[in-house]
């Protein structure tokens, strides 16, 4: 089973970029379907994007199209998420979790998951 490690953590102007990673331990990093996931206060947590073990397959939330690119690579075992265009609504503590299986939006199907990284977007 992997262990996950998010960082990137940042405080951003609106409209500004940041780039999360997740390093993944373990051999067996390509059979894991990776998410990025978010959390707000007072808000349940959601997948914003979502990248197959193959890394053919992808999916992002409606509110990242455009804006947030998710990619992986296997020869590092990282999985990157790059966010621009941040808007207040961003601010969230986002969480690199891993599944065995296909893309699922649901926080409970993924088995693994990082500790967590804040991304603060100022108006």
């Known amino acids: 089973q992997v262990q996950l490690v998010e960082s990137g953590e940042g405080l951003v102007q609106a409209g500004g970029s940041l780039r999360l990673s997740c390093a993944a331990s373990?051999?067996?990093?390509?059979?894991?379907?990776m998410g990025w996931f978010r959390q707000a206060p007072g808000k349940d947590r959601e997948l914003v994007a979502a990248?197959?073990?193959?890394?053919?397959?992808?999916y992002y939330a409606d509110s990242a199209k455009g804006r947030l690119t998710i990619s992986r690579d296997s020869a590092k075992n990282t999985v990157l998420l790059h966010m621009s265009n941040l808007k207040p609504d961003d601010v969230a503590v986002y969480y690199c979790?891993?599944?065995?299986?296909?893309?699922?939006?649901?926080?409970?199907?993924?088995?693994?998951w990082g500790q967590g990284t804040q991304v603060t977007v100022s108006s």
């Open positions: 373990g051999r067996t990093f390509s059979r894991y379907t």
């Open positions: 979790a891993a599944r065995v299986g296909l893309i699922s939006a649901r926080p409970q199907e993924y088995d693994v």
């Open positions: 990248i197959s073990g193959g890394g053919s397959r992808t």
